[in-house]
């Protein structure tokens, strides 16, 4: 477990913690899943399950503060590639938003993915307003919008891909 106050999450947070997700982390992880709009609680434990089954294709990051679940990173490596990783889902409690948790997480999402021989990591998301705090982290994060692809999600609504090389 990697631990410290001020390099992972920040002087705002006491006793963070940043690690690989644990079965007793599901609860939690469903949680914010909700509140965040990100997926149902129910799909949690089937993803940290997956990520023990096949360790070298998927991983499930937690960041948390003593006892409580403040937010979490999902990737996967994408099939039939080479070193492409795909943040599947990323989410920060509501109440933290903004007080650097999505950063340490996708640092530390790259950091593993580094340590697993990726070499390109992607992430869809949509061009809709609610999305807008998720593209400026990717953007400010070094991300390149590499596609925009319009109708697909919905009528009117995008997807969008941001990109980075390692
Ligand atoms: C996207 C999300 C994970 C960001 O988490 P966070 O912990 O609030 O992000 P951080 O505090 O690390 O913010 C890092 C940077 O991202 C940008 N950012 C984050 N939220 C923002 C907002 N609401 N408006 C504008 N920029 C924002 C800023 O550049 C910020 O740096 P700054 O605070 O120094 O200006 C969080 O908003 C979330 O859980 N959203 C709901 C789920 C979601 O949309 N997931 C992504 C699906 S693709």
């Known amino acids: 477990m990697i631990k410290s106050r001020e390099n992972l999450l920040g002087p705002l947070i006491p006793n963070a913690y940043l690690r690989d997700a644990a079965p007793e982390d599901s609860a939690g992880i469903g949680v914010i899943a909700e509140e965040t709009g990100l997926f149902p609680a129910s799909m949690a434990s089937q993803m940290i399950q997956g990520c023990f089954s096949r360790p070298n294709e ?12 403040l937010g979490f990173a999902y990737c996967e490596l994408e099939r039939l590639t080479s070193g ?5 889902a990323i989410g920060v409690a509501p109440k933290c938003h903004r007080s650097g948790i999505g950063s340490a997480l996708l640092h530390h999402v790259e950091k593993k993915i580094s340590t697993l021989d990726g070499r390109v ?3 869809e998301t949509t061009d809709e307003t609610a999305q807008e705090p998720a593209r400026v982290l990717y953007s400010t994060s070094g991300y390149k919008k590499e596609a925009y692809i319009r109708d697909f999600w919905d009528v009117g609504v995008a997807k969008v891909v941001f990109w980075k090389h390692f």
């Open 84 to 88: 492409t990783w795909n943040l599947r």
């Open 121 to 123: 990591i992607i992430i």
């Open 58 to 69: 998927a991983f499930l990051l937690v960041a948390g503060s003593d006892d409580s679940m």
